[in-house]
């Protein structure tokens, strides 16, 4: 029996083409709220890029910044900040503005300059523009993710500079960077464990390669139709795409729903 779902936001909840949630997901939420299925969601954003979700419905939990900040209302869960060391590393590599790269506090973040890979991302989450800091605030401050904006090609302008960190990447213009101990599945065990459910009572749904540990770690992972080559592998099952109703057809494939 399922008791817990845990939903990615871009590409999942989220469509990345309209910036909505489609009114499929809506009313199987209210569905699975009324038979009592614990909900939540678990993103690589930082709380302040939630606000949208947070008034659409009453999630029980969050696991934000790819687990490193978890909280139910006033609560917090787990909270794993960055070691010193990364952060110097990240901050030595990205200080001569070799890459555009966001810092991601507990509630604000920053970014030390924006270039077109910077804007193009903003441009397809619709998030709005963080300002520009002198990064050098990173190390008096508890940074719990950042966003180098590299690709494949250019990853290495960060790798070769900063071993104590782990990276992660859902998006072909940039990389999460995480502690080197973080990921998704570290949050997910935080919010099963403060309610009393099993990994294999709960589901998860996810588009990107951030999300793999989190569908490993519950006893159902659901990949979403547009999803990574290596999460559909890998994945229990794969769904249609979030503008294909894919979160309420797999609900129903399950039947739980």
Not at 72 to 97: N, T
Request: hydrophobic share 40%; proline share 5%.
């Amino acid at each position: 029996m399922i008791k817990a779902i845990f939903f990615d936001v871009d590409g999942t909840l989220v469509s990345l083409r309209t910036h909505t949630v489609p009114q499929s997901t809506q009313n199987a939420l209210a569905r699975l709220r009324e038979k009592g299925v614990k909900l939540f969601v678990a993103t690589g954003r930082p709380r302040v890029m939630l606000s949208h979700i947070e008034q659409l419905f009453p999630f029980d939990g969050w696991v934000t910044l790819n687990g490193q900040y978890c909280y139910c209302g006033d609560k917090i869960l787990r909270s794993c900040p960055m070691e010193r060391r990364a952060v110097e590393e990240l901050v030595s590599a990205a200080q001569d503005h070799s890459f555009a790269c966001m810092f991601i506090e507990g509630e604000e973040f920053y970014t030390n300059y924006i270039d077109e890979h910077t804007h193009q991302y903003l441009v397809d989450l619709d998030i709005p523009v963080p300002p520009v800091r002198d990064i050098s605030r990173a190390l008096d401050h508890d940074i719990f993710q950042a966003n180098a904006f590299l690709t494949k090609e250019t990853e290495r302008l960060l790798l070769d500079k900063a071993p104590h960190i782990q990276v992660t990447r859902w998006h072909p213009d940039f990389l999460d960077v995480l502690p080197a101990a973080g990921g998704k599945d570290l949050g997910v065990a935080a919010m099963l464990a403060h309610f009393q459910i099993a990994p294999q009572e709960a589901m998860a749904f996810g588009d990107g390669e951030n999300d793999l540990t989190m569908l490993l770690h519950v006893g159902t992972g659901i990949a979403m139709g547009e999803s990574s080559p290596v999460l559909k592998e890998r994945a229990d099952y794969v769904t249609s795409g979030v503008d294909e109703d894919g979160i309420l057809r797999a609900l129903e494939h399950f039947g739980v729903l």
